[in-house]
């Protein structure tokens, strides 16, 4: 079993095998990756540098940093978690030992796959889904609101990633005029963890809200604003992510993610209006 020294997580005996067999299958010509096959591909497709010694030393069961994990995988078209142990990649980390995943990488990433003119709804959310997903996230949900209206007639817009079933739910027993998450973030005016709402007196309607939810794999997770300071409506745009089960220390944890996630929701939501704005010019 791999152990996360100092020095950075290695590959799993399975990884280093999987590592190999993609190597030896070669490229879409049929030829053989070399390591400076490898690097050169990292150094083409992502804005993050690996040279040719690394790659190799990652191949020998060699610890490396999560960015040149990160970046060695993609370059492959590799799942991190199928080459490292996704308890080491995703650990549950004391405040002693905590340390940051490769949020620079992720969020490059994302910003690369969303620069298209052509990009399409369902393509913008897809690389969302998967950013937040590297970053410990299951859900998200992009949510607009009427500020200063009844909490029944004050959501205008949902977009969200959840499966159908807790999306009818939800619906059907009006959790969202219950909803301290919407209730909250109405107004914060940076990213927070939503946890948070647990510390005030929450009723019966909001503890049965939270049952269901984490009956279903849906925990708590953070909350961020997106209102642009120069919209002059009188809006609250936040896209909250959650997480599929409870984590120790995410509080210490939030603290190494919250720039990010801050970026990756506001390029999120930009972009989306974007693709809105032509499609509409289109129609």
Not at 19 to 40: M, Q
Not at 221 to 248: A, H, M, Y
């Amino acid at each position: 079993m791999p152990t996360q020294r100092t020095r950075g997580i290695t590959a799993t005996v399975a990884g280093l095998q999987k590592l190999r067999e993609v190597k030896a299958s070669g490229g879409k010509d049929g030829t053989r990756l070399t390591f400076e096959g490898i690097a050169d591909r990292i150094s083409r497709n992502a804005q993050t540098s690996v040279d040719t010694s690394t790659v190799r030393r990652f191949f020998n069961g060699k610890g490396m940093d999560r960015d040149s994990i990160l970046a060695i995988c993609r370059a492959l078209g590799l799942e991190v978690t199928e080459i490292v142990d996704p308890n080491e990649w995703h650990p549950v980390r004391s405040r002693q030992t905590s340390q940051p995943v490769a949020t620079s990488v992720i969020l490059n990433t994302f910003l690369e796959n969303i620069n298209s003119e052509s990009l399409s709804m369902l393509q913008l959310q897809t690389y969302f889904t998967e950013s937040i997903n590297e970053l410990g996230f299951k859900f998200w949900t992009y949510i607009q609101l009427d500020k200063n209206n009844h909490l029944q007639s004050q959501v205008r817009e949902i977009v969200s990633n959840y499966p159908n079933y807790w999306v009818e739910h939800y619906s059907n027993k009006d959790y969202q005029s219950v909803d301290p998450v919407i209730n909250q973030a109405v107004n914060e005016a940076q990213a927070w963890r939503s946890s948070t709402v647990l510390q005030k007196s929450i009723n019966s309607e909001q503890k049965e809200l939270f049952r269901d939810a984490q009956e279903v794999g849906i925990y708590m997770g953070c909350s961020i604003p997106v209102t642009s300071i120069s919209d002059r409506t009188n809006r609250s745009q936040f896209v909250t992510l959650v997480k599929e089960k409870e984590v120790s220390n995410w509080e210490q944890d939030f603290l190494y993610v919250s720039n990010t996630l801050t970026s990756l929701a506001y390029k999120f939501y930009s972009k989306m209006y974007q693709i809105k704005n032509r499609e509409f010019d289109d129609f």
